[in-house]
């Protein structure tokens, strides 16, 4: 039960911090940054939600988060990527 609030917790802390750095930043960087961590907070909280007590953990959300750390992995890459070439073709350097 205290790994679960412990992991929950985390979790909103981590949301809360990203949505606050994603809404105060300008920067292009900075707000993919946010997204991420906004990602991780939600992983967490999926990872505190398939705690069951004394049974097995629920392997459906572990594999959700394994799932979704492969896609925002791809998901940044591609957004660094167009968000390179949008300064190389804007010469905002």
């Given at each position: 039960m205290m790994e679960?609030?412990?992991y929950g917790g985390a979790g909103v802390i981590l949301f809360a911090l990203g949505l606050w750095a994603f809404l105060v930043y300008e920067p292009l960087l900075r707000k993919l940054i946010a997204l991420n961590i906004m990602g991780s907070g939600v992983f967490h909280l999926l990872i505190a939600i398939a705690e069951r007590g004394e049974?097995?953990?629920d392997p459906v959300p572990h594999a959700l988060v394994l799932t979704g750390i492969v896609v925002a992995v791809s998901a940044t890459a591609?957004?660094?990527a167009?968000?390179?070439r949008l300064e190389?073709?804007?010469g905002g350097r």
């Open positions: 679960q609030l412990l049974l097995p953990p591609l957004a660094l167009m968000g390179r190389d073709d804007s």
